[in-house]
């Protein structure tokens, strides 16, 4: 059974870096798209992005000046990084894994998420 | 970016009731269109993909429909377990996007 678990501090300083990590069990990482949503807290969900296993990545254009997803196929994470960070970034945070083919995806499998707040 | 409106925000059924959803995009998705349930403090559970295809292990009472612009979710014979809020999603154009969310209350 696939499982994926988002790790990573809850408390982040403003104008300082967020960072989360996505561990991968039950199955390998490669051979899929790995993607971030986040959710700010009462609100709806908001696409950050996705990494392929290659290393191509696809962000969401209000945030790419900010945000680097990574990968680390040796250790089956993948991870996100969102610079200057301001209240406006406090979310949940979820990683999930981006399935499908023939252009034709979905997020099939997700983690539980992970609480950040932006606070000094 | 594509707009995905859903309607109504908020609807109050009963068990048993059949449950209708929509969600509409601002230009055409052709089937490029999901469907998450999501309950209070939980991740979003994957329902529907490509419009009307059912996930593996979700129950045949969810059903999927629509192309281009519109789309609906269907519930039929509503349960305790499905009260929660329903998002579509677009994967037709970058950035993906979300709809604001269906509540569905008892």
């Known amino acids: 059974q696939v499982q994926l678990q988002e790790s990573g501090p809850g408390l982040v300083k403003p104008s300082e870096t967020l960072s989360l990590t996505c561990t991968v069990s039950g199955d390998s990482i490669s051979s899929y798209y790995w993607g971030w949503i986040r959710q700010p807290p009462g609100k709806g969900l908001e696409w950050i992005g996705y990494?392929?296993?290659?290393?191509?990545?696809n962000y969401n254009p209000s945030l790419q000046s900010r945000v680097t997803i990574s990968i680390d196929t040796s250790k089956n994470q993948f991870s996100l990084k969102l610079t200057s960070v301001t209240a406006a970034d406090t979310a949940v945070y979820y990683c999930?894994?981006?399935?499908?083919?023939?252009?034709?995806?979905?997020?099939?499998?997700w983690g539980r998420g992970a609480l950040v707040t932006v606070f000094s | 970016d594509i707009q995905m409106t859903q309607s109504p925000s908020s609807l109050s059924a009963s068990v048993g009731d059949r449950v209708t959803m929509t969600c509409r995009a601002s230009?055409?998705?052709?089937?490029?269109l999901n469907w998450y349930q999501q309950k209070p403090g939980k991740a979003p559970k994957l329902l529907i993909y490509?419009?009307?295809n059912l996930q593996s292990g979700v129950p045949s009472r969810f059903s999927g429909s629509g192309s281009g612009t519109d789309f609906t979710l269907t519930i039929n014979s509503l349960q305790p377990e499905d009260f929660a809020t329903y998002y579509c999603?677009?994967?037709?154009?970058?950035?993906?996007?979300f709809g604001q969310g269906t509540k569905v209350e008892i």
């Open positions: 999603q677009q994967s037709s154009t970058t950035p993906q996007t």
């Open positions: 230009q055409s998705i052709i089937t490029y």
């Open positions: 999930a894994r981006y399935f499908g083919g023939n252009s034709y995806y979905y997020y099939d499998l």
């Open positions: 490509v419009a009307s």
């Open positions: 990494i392929y296993v290659s290393g191509s990545t």
